[in-house]
């Protein structure tokens, strides 16, 4: 499945460069995620909780920083688990475009080629990106607050604060699930005569 996304943030693209190259900095704000361990300088082990549905599935894998171009502010990532409790698995090669947005905003473009096997692979790709676009917002919102709220503290100025909210972010992601549910049911219900 390949996924395109877009999101703004009220930072310049260099700055906010650096800060997507800190896993252990920015996997708080993505539902679900938790760092587990460091195995180098751009390689870390985690679990990712995703639930769609009735369905709840635990992934343990990496996620590795391939490529990081400074000159065309683009990253490039791969991240991998498998099942924690099952046969499945998941595989995302992601990269992200950053441009200047007005005087100090960044716009950041997000392509994710994701090959899923197991239970999660029975939902449709129109849920699955739904559900990713949901989920986009939602880091796109916590990663702006937290910027903004330590802004101005001097040298940690770029940090996110690092925190793991594992239970919170289930339920995260469960109540992005109810949301594009109910946003589909009520377009279903418009569209009939």
């Not at 099942?83 to 997000?110: F, H, K, N, Y």
Request: net charge positive; aromatic share 4%.
């Amino acid at each position: 499945m390949k996924f395109e996304n877009h999101f703004l943030v009220e930072m310049p693209p260099d700055r906010l460069f650096a800060v997507l190259q800190d896993f252990e900095q920015i996997a708080p704000c993505l539902p679900g995620a938790v760092i587990t361990g460091k195995v180098d300088a751009r390689t870390y082990n985690g679990n990712v909780t995703v639930s769609l549905g009735p369905i709840t599935v635990t992934y343990r894998g990496t996620a590795q920083l391939l490529d990081a171009n400074a000159a065309l502010r683009q990253l490039t990532l791969r991240c991998q688990g498998r099942e924690t409790r099952g046969p499945g698995s998941a595989t995302a090669t992601i990269t992200v475009d950053l441009s200047p947005q007005g005087e100090m905003g960044a716009s950041a473009i997000i392509r994710s080629d994701v090959t899923v096997t197991g239970k999660v692979a029975q939902f449709g790709v129109s849920l699955m990106h739904d559900v990713a676009d949901q989920i986009l917002e939602q880091f796109t919102r916590c990663l702006g607050s937290r910027l903004a709220t330590h802004a101005g503290n001097g040298p940690q100025q770029d940090s996110v604060p690092s925190s793991s909210h594992a239970g919170h972010s289930r339920l995260g992601i469960l109540g992005l699930i109810v949301k594009v549910l109910w946003s589909r049911l009520r377009g279903q219900m418009r569209t009939r005569p």
